[in-house]
T-cell receptor, first 114, second 112 residues
Framework: AQSVTQPDIHITVSEGASLELRCNYS??????LFWYVQSPGQGLQLLLK??????LVQGIKGFEAEFKRSQSSFNLRKPSVHWSDAAEYFC????????????FGDGTTLTVKP | DGGITQSPKYLFRKEGQNVTLSCEQN?????MYWYRQDPGQGLRLIYY???????QKGDIAEGYSVSREKKESFPLTVTSAQKNPTAFYLC???????????FGPGTRLTVL
């Protein structure tokens, strides 16, 4: 079965600084990978996804993520954080015929300092 | 507008009562899911359905029940057997079991 780990529970960055949120997965073959964002009291919104092809994936709101098979990682990045990016971020992994039945990480809460 | 609706947004019930949470989608998606989210925790899968009239247990199905009589509807019943029902409940759907998931706004259930 697949699994996903988000090592950082909480990250604080200053507005305008760069951001990297870590995600490590466990799965024997090429996984389907997702990043979602959740504002307080709301549902989740997809930021980006990786199924195959180019390992650098562009998403909405200026986010990107890079799939690194050798490191089993799918880290999320943004060059310059805005105050509105403060939220909780979830990495998810799906695999094979159960790809839609994603396994979610525990999330990383992002705080943005003015 | 296409999307997923969950109602109500806030729900209060007395201990020992069953309660049903609504989830409706007009995206024509085959697969639907129910998750539970507790403070500081990720999403835990309760039930999912890949097709009408079929559903499977997720990781924490005990104390919950679902039905999938129509493609667009996937209601979740929290029964009195669920020991800690107070939580935020999220419904999602996807075009197929391999697709990305689209989430509803959630229902916050508080059992008094």
């Amino acid at each position: 079965a697949q699994s996903v780990t988000q090592p950082d529970i909480h990250i604080t960055v200053s507005e305008g600084a760069s951001l990297e949120l870590r995600c490590n997965y466990s799965y024997g073959a090429t996984p389907y990978l997702f990043w979602y964002v959740q504002s307080p009291g709301q549902g989740l919104q997809l930021l980006l996804k990786y199924f195959s092809g180019d390992t650098l994936v562009q998403g909405i709101k200026g986010f990107e993520a890079e799939f690194k098979r050798s490191q089993s990682s799918f880290n999320l990045r943004k060059p310059s954080v805005h105050w509105s990016d403060a939220a909780e971020y979830f990495c998810a992994v799906g695999a094979g015929t159960n790809a839609g039945k994603s396994t979610f990480g525990d999330g990383t809460t992002l705080t943005v300092k003015p | 507008d296409g999307g997923i609706t969950q109602s109500p947004k806030y729900l209060f019930r007395k201990e020992g009562q069953n309660v049903t949470l609504s989830c409706e989608q007009n995206l024509n998606h085959d697969a639907m899911y129910w998750y539970r989210q507790d403070p500081g925790q990720g999403l835990r899968l309760i039930y999912y359905s890949q097709i009408v009239n079929d559903f499977q247990k997720g990781d924490i199905a005990e104390g919950y029940s679902v039905s999938r009589e129509k493609k667009e509807s996937f209601p979740l019943t929290v029964t009195s057997a669920q020991k800690n029902p107070t939580a935020f409940y999220l419904c999602a759907s996807s075009p197929s079991i391999q697709g990305q998931q689209f989430f509803g706004p959630g229902t916050r259930l508080t059992v008094l």
